[in-house]
C-alpha cells in the first residue's frame, strides 16, 4: 500500500496518524474477506486489484472523517472504508475494458489478463460485495451508495457520450469529474461522519469539503501530465494529449479567442485530435506550457482548493482538520 504522502497527506499528530494506520489495516482485512468466493477463478480475478495496493484514498478519508466524531474506531467506520474502496476497485474493472487498458497499478489489468467479459462480471461482482457490506450499515448507508453508483455511472455515461446538444465542452467536462471522481470521495467522507458519530452539519461541511477536493485532485493530474518533465503523475509526461484525452488545459486552448500566432498555432494542433506524431507532439507540450491556457486551468484547480478549505470552516480544529488542510496545501504546490 502506498503511503499517505502519497496524496499529500500530512499528520502533525502521531495519534491520529497511528489511529487512521489501524483503520486501513483492519480495512484490508475486511476487503480481503469480501473479495472471497466459493468459485477460485472468481477470487483470483476479485483480489487481483486488491493486492496490486493503490493509495486507499477513500478508505483513508472515511478515517478522517470520523475523527471529528466521538466514535472513530467503531468496526462500521472499517465496513464503510470497504464500501467505498470496493465500489472504487469496480469502477477500475469496467473502466480498463472501457479505455481497452493493458496495465493498472503496476500489473497486467484485468481485461488483458481474462479478457473484457470475466473484468465486467468482476467489477459487477465487486459492485454486489460493496452493497451487501452497506446493508449491514443500513437502510441509509444503501441508499447513498447506491445513489453514488447513480452518479458514477451517469459520469462515465457523460464521458463516453459527449457534451450535450449546446452545452459547453468546459463545463461538461467539469460535470463528469464531479460525477466520476467527487461522488465517490464525497460518500467516503460522508460515510466516515456518520459512522464517527459526526452531528449533520459537520457530515455535510465534510462531503462538500471531499467532492471538491476530489475535482481539484482529478484536475490537477490534468497539470501534471502536461507540466511535469518527470513520471509524476505516473504515466509518461503528455500521453493525454498523445491519446486525444480532452484535458482542462487543453479544453482552455481550444476555446481560446486569443489570435496571437502560438495560441493559433497550438489550436490548430489541438483541434486535429490525438497528437501521435513524435514532432507535433513535442511542438503542441512545448506552447502548452508556455500557454495562457495552462495558466487558467491552474487557477480553477487552485479555486477548487480553495474552495475546499473553506468548506472545512464549519468543522472544530482537532487534527484531523489540519490534515484536511494539507490536502488543499498539496494541491496549491502541486500545481505550481
Not at 476555446?255 to 497528437?275: F, K, N, Q, W
Not at 480553495?306 to 502541486?334: M, T
Amino acid at each position: 500500500m502506498q503511503s499517505s504522502a502519497s496524496v499529500g497527506l500530512t499528520f502533525a499528530d502521531p495519534e491520529l496518524e497511528n489511529s487512521i494506520a489501524a483503520i486501513l489495516r483492519d480495512v484490508e482485512v475486511v476487503l480481503i474477506d469480501a473479495v472471497h468466493s466459493a468459485n477460485p477463478l472468481v477470487t483470483e480475478a476479485a483480489r487481483h486489484l486488491v493486492d496490486a495496493g493503490g493509495k486507499r484514498f477513500r478508505p483513508l478519508l472515511v478515517g478522517l472523517a470520523a475523527h471529528f466524531g466521538d466514535d472513530p474506531s467503531n468496526e462500521d467506520v472499517v465496513k464503510a472504508g470497504a464500501v467505498v474502496e470496493l465500489t472504487h476497485l469496480a469502477t477500475l474493472y469496467h473502466d480498463d475494458v472501457m479505455d481497452e487498458a493493458t496495465v493498472r497499478r503496476g500489473a497486467p489489468s484485468a481485461n488483458s489478463r481474462w479478457g473484457n467479459a470475466l473484468a465486467i462480471l468482476i467489477g459487477d461482482y465487486l459492485f454486489a460485495r460493496a452493497a451487501d457490506l452497506a446493508a449491514d450499515l443500513g437502510i441509509d448507508a444503501v441508499k447513498i451508495q447506491a445513489s453514488t453508483f447513480s452518479r458514477l455511472v451517469h459520469g462515465q455515461v457523460a464521458e463516453t457520450a459527449g457534451p450535450l446538444d449546446g452545452e459547453d465542452a468546459i463545463t461538461h467536462y467539469l460535470r463528469v469529474i464531479s460525477q466520476k471522481t467527487g461522488s465517490l470521495i464525497s460518500t467516503s467522507a460522508r460515510f466516515g461522519a456518520m459512522f464517527g458519530g459526526c452531528p449533520p452539519e459537520q457530515t455535510e461541511a465534510l462531503a462538500t469539503f471531499a467532492e471538491t477536493f476530489g475535482i481539484a485532485f482529478q484536475l490537477s493530474d490534468d497539470l501534471i501530465d502536461i507540466a511535469s518533465e518527470s513520471t509524476q503523475s505516473g504515466k509518461t509526461p503528455g500521453t493525454d494529449l498523445r491519446e486525444g484525452v480532452p484535458t482542462l488545459p487543453v479544453l482552455y486552448a481550444l476555446a481560446s479567442t486569443d489570435d496571437d500566432a502560438t495560441a493559433v498555432r497550438l489550436r490548430e494542433i489541438l483541434a486535429a485530435g490525438p497528437v501521435t506524431d513524435d514532432a507535433l507532439h513535442a511542438e503542441a507540450l512545448g506552447l502548452l506550457r508556455e500557454s495562457a491556457a495552462l495558466k487558467q486551468a491552474r487557477e480553477t484547480v487552485r479555486g477548487y482548493a480553495d474552495r475546499a478549505r473553506a468548506a472545512l470552516a464549519p468543522l472544530p480544529h482537532v487534527p484531523a482538520r489540519a490534515a484536511l488542510e494539507s490536502l488543499c496545501d498539496f494541491i496549491a504546490d502541486r500545481t505550481n
